[in-house]
């Protein structure tokens, strides 16, 4: 079990952990407040915020080379049994409409989540996940082309996400469980939660991939991200028009006009106005009789 943590991606991040490809690995998370707060009068306003934002590892895949391709198993996502939801002061559509920071407690139970008088399913998530960038440091509450801070509701267990690998051993990294998070996260947070993820890490040599992308059940995601929902909405795009072309055959035209009558584009972190990028993912459903998108 890996249990050191880190607030950045970054190539010169010290690996706490090498592992050959197919390796196993268990990360112990703490939530994305550094579980600094333990009841409802602590105020996120409060905390220390040099502390916000751990990620567990990094992790050195041996042959893992710029130019490759990480392959991440979600296999167990564990979460505890109370997280944390906050507002937070200037975030989100509804700035001056409520608190500007409440912090409420909300109990997880039997794979249900107690909020106020109702249940709900819990739908534990993986908000903070991805590689080293080339070059420099990115805090990890932030999103890129290198995984961060994505906040995709639907990176759970049993789903496998792709990574560009960017630096040697790759330097993987994960954190900020969510017992559950709604599409978009308006208001900033999900059900911060700290817990226990156990991942598979293999890799797939020489495939150019720009952006990370995920693989469920039964869709393909590429993920992007920027300031600018735009350029977030064309990343993802361009990402995912490559993909397809490559893997069956068709021309750029007609991958456009699939994605626009088949495709699927949605929000997955879209708490506006903050200071935090928008985060976006281009999905299309599996196709039986083509190739698959990455060939793993
Ligand atoms: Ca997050
Ligand atoms: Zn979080």
Redesign the pocket.
Same mark, same amino acid.
């Given at each position: 079990m890996i249990e050191s943590y880190v607030y950045h991606f970054s190539p010169d991040n010290e690996p706490v952990k090498r592992v050959e490809k197919g390796a196993t690995v268990t990360f112990k998370t703490l939530d994305?407040f550094s579980n600094q707060i333990k009841s409802e009068e602590q105020l996120i306003t409060a905390i220390d915020f040099d502390r916000v =934002?751990p990620a567990t590892g990094p992790v050195y895949v041996e042959g893992a080379e710029p130019g490759d391709v990480l392959v991440v198993d979600i296999l167990k996502i564990k979460v505890g049994d109370v997280g944390i939801a906050s507002t937070l002061p200037e975030t989100g559509p509804l700035i001056g409409k409520v608190e500007s920071s409440r912090t409420k407690l909300i109990p997880v139970k039997d794979g249900k989540v107690i909020f106020n008088d109702i249940e709900f399913p819990a739908n534990p998530m993986i @908000?903070?996940i991805g590689v080293a960038p080339a070059e420099g440091k990115v805090p990890c @509450?932030f999103p890129g082309s290198h995984g961060g =801070?994505m !906040?995709c509701n639907k990176i759970v267990e049993g789903a496998r996400v792709y990574f560009p690998v960017r630096t040697p051993g790759a330097l993987f990294q994960l954190g !900020?469980l969510?017992a559950s998070m709604g599409d978009g996260?308006i208001c900033g947070t @999900?059900i911060e939660i700290p817990g226990e993820v156990t991942v598979k890490i293999d890799l797939v040599k020489d495939f150019p991939l720009d952006w990370p992308v995920l693989e469920t059940e039964d869709m393909w995601y590429a993920i992007a991200s920027d300031h600018e929902f735009e350029k977030a909405l064309r990343f993802a795009s361009e990402q995912m028009q490559l993909l397809v072309s490559k893997a069956y055959g068709w021309d750029m035209t007609d991958v456009y006009l699939y994605m626009s009558v088949r495709g699927s584009f949605e929000i997955c972190?879209g708490c506006k106005p903050s200071g935090f990028p928008t985060v976006v993912r281009f999905g299309v459903p599996k196709v039986e009789e083509k190739p698959r998108l990455i060939n793993y």
């Open positions: 994305c =934002n @908000g903070v @509450g =801070n !906040d !900020d969510h996260e @999900g972190q």
